[in-house]
């Protein structure tokens, strides 16, 4: 069965720094889309960052120039590397894969996401 599981997530003051990871077992990281989305409470679904199978990447608005999504092959293994934390980061955030090369814009890439992890939280405070 495929699975993505997350970790490295946690409590920091705003500012600080955080590195999630997500272990991708079965069909790994390197040929497909791979994906990081968030939900904070009470509010829906947010696509955060995407990378391809070529290593590019792209990222919501609300994030640019403080995250950044990198993978390693080798170790079929994801990460968001996010830093300058704000309160309004904080969420659960989830690995997501598409079994495609090819990434949709984040606004559209939710709905052909064919495995999700199970989250993992992340809370800012001020």
């Known amino acids: 069965q495929a699975q993505l599981v997350e970790s490295g997530g946690g409590s920091v003051q705003a500012g600080g720094s955080l590195r999630l990871s997500c272990a991708a077992s079965l069909y790994g990281v390197s040929r497909y889309c791979m994906a990081w989305f968030r939900q904070a409470p009470g509010k829906e679904l947010e696509g955060v960052a995407t990378m391809d199978e070529d290593g590019d990447s792209t990222y919501a608005d609300s994030v640019k120039g403080r995250f950044t999504i990198s993978k390693d092959n080798a170790k079929n293994t994801l990460y968001l590397e996010m830093s300058i934390l704000k309160p309004e980061d904080t969420a659960m955030y989830y690995c997501?894969?598409?079994?495609?090369?090819?990434?949709?814009?984040?606004?559209?890439?939710?709905?052909?996401?064919?495995?999700w992890g199970k989250g993992t939280l992340v809370t800012i405070s001020s």
């Open positions: 997501a894969r598409r079994r495609n090369a090819y990434c949709y814009p984040l606004k559209e890439l939710q709905r052909v996401i064919d495995d």
